[in-house]
């Protein structure tokens, strides 16, 4: 059960675009279309923002949209904003029914 | 809305125990696949434990198996996690999560669990 690598910072300035990538193995990313990612302000709960993968639930901008290539699976926000400053997990389901998260990544808008 | 409201939480002494609680509002929590999520201080997400919809499957990370036991009551709406032979490292906010497909979709606000001498 091995976390997910994720690069542990990205910036970019408002109205750019930011990509994060996750990367696991045949065992959870590269084995299911079950990654999810969250976005987690200082303090507070984690927030599901993309599921299954490329879906975002209802609420959620479509500037964030998510992608998967292998054992890698991506998260690009685009149209950076303010707001988007924060910590962001991708998780996968993995083997033996269990969940893995990634190590997380912090997002700086400039 | 969907409301999860963790409560437990608590300084204990190495070894010891202590129950944490997730109250459930706002959807079918009977119908729902549950999880516990914690993080360390400064760290990140760590998948903990997670149980089906009538308790009668559960999985556990290897880091708190034998330990950690999950339940649920669903004429309560209530999901718990009983935490024995607690260690230093086991210190975090603890999270619940309704489970969506493969997913984690609602989350509590958490509860920080310190175990400490």
């Known amino acids: 059960q091995s976390a997910l690598t994720q690069p542990p910072s990205a910036s970019g300035s408002p109205g750019q675009s930011v990509t994060i990538s996750c990367t696991g193995t045949?065992?959870?990313?590269?084995?299911?279309?079950?990654v999810s990612w969250y976005q987690q302000h200082p303090g507070k709960a984690p927030k599901l923002i993309i599921y299954?993968?490329?879906k975002r639930p209802s609420g959620v901008p479509d500037r964030f949209s998510g992608s998967k290539s292998g054992n890698t699976a991506s998260l690009t926000v685009s149209g950076l904003q303010a707001e988007d400053e924060a910590d962001y997990y991708c998780?996968?389901?993995?083997?033996?029914?269990?969940?893995?998260f990634g190590t997380g990544t912090k997002v700086t808008v400039l | 809305e969907v409301q999860l409201v963790e409560s437990g939480g608590g300084l204990v002494q190495p070894g010891g125990s202590l129950r944490l609680s997730c109250a459930a509002s706002?959807?079918?929590?009977?119908?729902?696949?549950m999880h516990w999520v914690r993080q360390a201080p400064g760290k990140g997400l760590v998948w903990v434990s997670q149980?089906?919809?009538?308790?009668?499957?559960?999985r556990y990370a290897d880091s708190v198996k034998g330990r950690f036991t999950i339940s649920r009551d669903n004429a309560r709406n209530t999901l718990y996690l009983q935490m024995h032979s607690l260690r230093p490292e086991d210190t975090a906010v603890y999270y619940c999560?309704?489970?969506?497909?493969?997913?984690?979709?609602?989350w509590g606000q958490g509860t920080l669990v310190t175990v400490s001498s």
């Open positions: 706002g959807f079918t929590f009977s119908s729902s696949w």
């Open positions: 149980i089906n919809t009538d308790g009668s499957n559960t």
């Open positions: 998780s996968s389901f993995a083997v033996n029914n269990l969940y893995v």
């Open positions: 045949s065992s959870d990313v590269g084995g299911y279309n079950y």
């Open positions: 299954e993968v490329t």
């Open positions: 999560s309704a489970a969506g497909t493969g997913t984690f979709q609602s």
